[in-house]
């Protein structure tokens, strides 16, 4: 089946602007995150969904980070009045379940966010 | 609390010589380990990982990795390198049943003809 998908695969904007960048996960995965990838950085824990429970959101930054998922599947985070340093690889990545040796993520291509 | 640190940010090995990544960990709890690869553009690809059934892993592309408690460490080897090696190496734990996995900041591999 398809893997995990990202959109849009490049974003530049402008500094001040919301951008919304959307993932879909493998069909059946209940567990989903996203991660920050900055130059020279590893990847930066953002936000984790599992299933109906509340989010794990103690990666984000600022409060100009949100992120949502609609219907268990698709998710989309949001950053409200970008700022240059927001410039980073965001990458998606889901699991059949979230816990577990088991488990293994699976990521998607990422999108390239670049704030003029 | 988790953490894993990654020695070498750039390894440089010829073609056909042995690969050798470093990974060592902190964990309160006997951790599952991965190692993913990242080549240019794309998103992560799981190698291998250890779940306690045994410490020496093996994974694709004939990558290997071997669990030692007693020095903290997972380091990734290869016996011989290939062109298509050239990517950057991840690796990443997490502690027991805790579902956040902690990444390390990455080796970029470069194999030179």
């Known amino acids: 089946g398809a893997g995990v998908s990202q959109s849009p695969s490049n974003k530049v904007t402008e500094k001040g602007k919301d951008v919304e960048l959307r993932c879909d996960p493998i069909?059946?995965?209940?567990?989903l995150y996203w991660y920050r990838q900055s130059l020279g950085q590893g990847l930066e824990f953002l936000i984790y969904?599992?299933?109906?429970?509340?989010?794990?959101k103690s990666g984000l930054p600022s409060d100009r980070f949100s992120a949502e998922r609609t219907g268990g599947s698709v998710s989309t985070l949001t950053i409200q009045r970008t700022q240059q340093e927001d410039s980073a690889v965001y990458l998606c990545a889901s699991s059949l379940r979230g816990d577990g040796p088991a488990d293994t993520q699976y990521f998607g291509p990422g999108t390239r966010l670049t704030v003029l | 609390a988790q953490s894993v640190t990654q020695l070498g940010s750039h390894v440089s090995v010829s073609e056909g010589a042995l690969v050798l990544l470093r990974c060592n960990y902190s964990?309160?709890?006997?951790?599952?380990l991965f190692w993913y690869v990242q080549y240019p553009n794309q998103g992560l690809q799981l190698l291998l990982k250890y779940t306690s059934a045994a410490t020496l892993v093996k994974g694709i592309n004939g990558f290997e990795a071997e669990f030692k408690k007693s020095e903290t460490s997972f380091h990734l080897t290869k016996p011989s390198a290939h062109m298509s090696d050239a990517a950057e190496y991840f690796c990443a734990v997490r502690s027991g049943g805790y579902q956040k996995v902690t990444f390390g900041t990455g080796t970029k591999l470069q194999v030179i003809p």
């Open positions: 969904f599992q299933g109906n429970s509340a989010p794990d």
């Open positions: 964990s309160s709890v006997p951790p599952y």
């Open positions: 069909s059946g995965h209940t567990a």
